[in-house]
């Protein structure tokens, strides 16, 4: 996905087109890095800690509320 769709040609442009936020993976530590096998996918793995990290970003920074079953203090 970067190497095709390059995060300044799209994913900028449509943060700036639509005038909402975005979380980009590139600008956390804990969702940078990961290693998608065919350049789309994580990892089945790779896509759980993904998605840990990610649920605890929108929490976090963007104010979101889960359920209890999946708030951060219950993700290991």
């Given at each position: 996905?970067i190497?095709?769709?390059?995060?300044?040609?799209?994913?900028?442009?449509?943060?700036?087109?639509?005038?909402?936020?975005?979380?980009?993976?590139e600008?956390?530590p804990?969702?940078?890095?990961?290693i998608?096998?065919?350049?789309?996918?994580?990892?089945?793995?790779?896509?759980?800690?993904?998605?840990?990290?990610?649920?605890?970003?929108?929490?976090?920074?963007?104010?979101?509320?889960?359920?209890?079953?999946?708030?951060?203090?219950?993700i290991?």
């Amino acid at each position: 996905e970067i190497a095709v769709y390059p995060r300044e040609k799209y994913w900028d442009p449509l943060l700036a087109y639509t005038h909402m936020p975005g979380i980009h993976f590139e600008d956390h530590p804990e969702t940078a890095g990961f290693i998608c096998p065919e350049w789309s996918h994580l990892n089945p793995a790779d896509a759980i800690v993904f998605t840990k990290a990610f649920i605890k970003l929108l929490v976090n920074e963007k104010g979101w509320k889960f359920p209890k079953a999946i708030s951060p203090g219950n993700i290991n």
